[in-house]
């Protein structure tokens, strides 16, 4: 299962990450996500852990913790949309 967490600390690591849901079961992977530009954290992440009922128990004692001095949100990722039928972004950096 795949599981959203929001509000993360921007000095949260991946292996923190990982380590604070391995409490709960075996991780598979824990992933923050950066900009693309910065490189820096944009405060949320992913846990994905093989096992259900543990990425359940790990949503339940989770969610609204403290952690690195910020409040979690978290909860069963939901799959990415299909954004095909929106407008392109435009890139107003390369104009010339």
Same mark, same amino acid.
């Given at each position: 299962?795949?599981?959203?967490?929001?509000?993360?600390?921007?000095?949260?690591?991946?292996?923190?990450?990982?380590?604070?849901?391995?409490?709960?079961?075996?991780?598979?992977?824990?992933?923050?996500?950066?900009?693309?530009?910065?490189?820096?954290?944009?405060?949320?992440?992913?846990?994905?852990? %093989?096992?259900?009922?543990?990425?359940?128990?790990?949503?339940?004692?989770?969610?609204?913790? %403290?952690?690195?001095?910020?409040?979690?949100?978290?909860?069963?990722?939901?799959?990415?949309?299909?954004?095909? %039928?929106?407008?392109?972004?435009?890139?107003?950096?390369?104009?010339?």
């Amino acid at each position: 299962m795949q599981i959203y967490v929001g509000n993360l600390s921007y000095g949260t690591t991946d292996e923190s990450l990982k380590n604070l849901f391995e409490q709960y079961g075996e991780v598979s992977s824990a992933k923050i996500i950066t900009d693309r530009e910065t490189g820096r954290a944009k405060g949320f992440g992913f846990v994905t852990m %093989d096992d259900d009922a543990a990425a359940l128990e790990a949503i339940e004692a989770l969610n609204g913790k %403290d952690f690195d001095g910020r409040t979690l949100r978290i909860n069963e990722a939901k799959p990415k949309e299909d954004n095909r %039928d929106q407008k392109p972004r435009r890139n107003f950096n390369n104009r010339y």
